[in-house]
DNA sequence: ATTTTATATTGCAATATTACGATAAAGCTT
DNA sequence: AAGCTTTATCGTAATATTGCAATATAAAAT
């Protein structure tokens, strides 16, 4: 096969995996953390400072993008690509209450 | 190419990629809450609780040890994993910083 | 000792991800 | 308009992930 049989889980679970997805990448952790470094983001500085081609950071900000997590908009002649601060306290909460919620008396 | 350029991104960014990924699959995530809901866990019960055959669930259940997240102690004839709950804090602790390290002043 | 039960491993097929060169598109600059 | 800069998309190759049938292993029960 090798697709992952999504449909038998909830959606609340699906949802977080899907996030944890988009995080599961060091290129993307750490296109994340550039972004919340600066005032605004070009485009072009990721290529230099994460060290991969311009179309491969294109595609990780695009699966970034996918989930909410960036609001881009233009100056200039940049794209200004910025963290969507709601989206982000909503994933953190996600996570913070997943990681929260476990049964402690076992072995 | 297809394989991730690990190595050039730091070892923070890399361990929480790494985590990430495995809660990136909805099974692991109904595993691991299943897991928390009991006092034993039973691997057999997975396979009916989660609906994917024996082996994927193996295969699943040994992502989530790779990272440290499970402890294995026997218990009469049944294999009994169990939340490790050090490793588990560490996680949600750095998942958390991550997420807290996040520059609001832009856009 | 043999059977039963539970879990792990192997092998393989289907699909997804990662990466980049080439090229396209879109907006400035002149 | 022509050229420059920046970002997106396409096409393709390499690798990784997901899933299961078949089989192996290991412990418990008979």
Redesign the pocket.
Known sequence: ??????H?FSLVQNELAQAA?VL?????IAILEYISRQEN???????DVI?????????????I?KIGLLK?T?E??????CINQERWEELQYSFNAFFSNINQNCC
């Open positions: 096969m090798g697709a992952s049989k999504t038998i997805k599961a990448h060091p290129a993307r983001c070009i485009c072009n500085d990721l290529v060290g991969l081609s311009q179309p491969t950071i294109s595609q990780h900000l695009n699966e993008k881009g233009f200039g002649k940049n794209l200004c690509y």
